[in-house]
């Protein structure tokens, strides 16, 4: 049996076979390290980039600008919870890059929010995706080609 490892308030979630226990809405939710895949959809992980950027901005009175997404894996929760998504991306803070790292929740709703127009519509992304973490990774990890 694997080991479970509590979530810790900006540290990141394993893909490196711990299971992870996360409060995801005020309940807490396992996730299960062997079941993480990785998400090929570009236009998805772009869309779930500029989302993370926008929300930390918003709660966190940044002015990080969104480069681009460079991976990204999913999961889906129990209970038809959604989808957890964890994702790499590049952002500028005061014209440096950075490579961040955060994890957004999909939650199951009824609207296709993917299917809104750019620029993001902040209100409706918030229906469906909410921000868990987001946190800025060591300089020595490089963005995967």
């Known amino acids: 049996m694997a080991q479970v490892q509590p979530y810790r308030?900006?540290?990141?979630?394993?893909?490196?076979?711990?299971?992870?226990?996360?409060?995801?809405g005020g309940k807490i939710t396992t996730l299960e390290?062997?079941?993480?895949?990785?998400?090929?959809?570009e236009d998805l992980l772009q869309l779930l980039g500029m989302?993370?950027?926008m929300e930390?901005?918003?709660?966190?009175?940044?002015?990080?600008?969104?480069?681009?997404?460079?991976?990204?894996?999913?999961q889906t929760?129990?209970?038809?919870?959604?989808?957890?998504?964890?994702?790499?991306?590049v952002a500028t803070d005061k014209g440096v890059p950075g490579n961040y790292e955060a994890c957004v929740w999909e939650k199951n709703c009824t609207q296709d929010w993917k299917k809104m127009n750019?620029?993001?519509?902040?209100?409706?992304m918030k229906i469906h995706l909410e921000l868990v973490?987001?946190?800025r990774l060591c300089?020595?990890?490089e963005p995967r080609a």
């Not at 750019?118 to 409706?124: E, G, T």
Request: charged share 20%; glycine share 6%; proline share 7%.
């Open 9 to 24: 308030n900006m540290a990141p979630l394993k893909l490196d076979g711990a299971n992870t226990q996360i409060d995801l």
């Open 33 to 41: 390290s062997k079941l993480w895949t990785p998400n090929h959809d």
């Open 51 to 53: 989302f993370s950027v």
């Open 56 to 74: 930390h901005n918003r709660e966190k009175g940044c002015s990080l600008k969104f480069v681009n997404t460079y991976e990204g894996w999913y």
């Open 77 to 89: 929760l129990p209970q038809n919870r959604g989808t957890l998504h964890k994702i790499h991306l």
């Open 118 to 124: 750019l620029p993001l519509d902040a209100h409706l």
């Open 133 to 135: 973490y987001f946190i």
């Open 139 to 141: 300089p020595e990890i």
